[in-house]
């Protein structure tokens, strides 16, 4: 069975940094487009950065360039999300995807397996 599964959310002062991990099960990253996404409590999900399984470019929203960072680790076939500097509206729940066509993606249906998320909360 292929799964993706997110780890290291959780509440964090603004200012501060956490690292999010997207670990692939029962498939190699190395082949997939990696997505990473968040959705705020009434807005919708949006791209927060992605990386090409084609190329190896990666994408970041406006909003987080700068201050956020992805990686992808083959050895481990996990992906991370390195968030620095988070603000208040950086809360949001995170999810990570794969999608199979490999590319460096916004749109959900570019990506074929999801995560079940998990949230980050920035608060003081």
């Known amino acids: 069975q292929l799964q993706v599964v997110e780890s290291g959310g959780g509440l964090v002062q603004p200012g501060g940094n956490l690292r999010l991990s997207c670990a692939a099960r029962?498939?190699?990253?190395?082949?997939?487009?990696i997505g990473w996404f968040r959705q705020a409590p009434g807005k919708e999900r949006e791209i927060v950065s992605c990386?090409?399984?084609?190329?190896?470019?990666?994408h970041y929203a406006a909003s987080v360039k700068g201050r956020f960072t992805l990686s992808a680790v083959n050895e481990l076939n996990t992906v991370f999300l390195q968030m620095n500097n988070l603000k208040v509206e950086d809360t949001a729940v995170y999810y990570c995807?794969?999608?199979?066509?490999?590319?460096?993606?916004?749109?959900?249906?570019?990506?074929?397996?999801w995560g079940q998320g998990t949230q980050v909360t920035v608060s003081s």
């Open positions: 995807a794969a999608g199979n066509r490999g590319s460096c993606s916004s749109l959900d249906s570019e990506y074929d397996y």
């Open positions: 029962g498939f190699t990253f190395y082949h997939f487009g």
């Open positions: 990386i090409s399984s084609t190329d190896g470019g990666i």
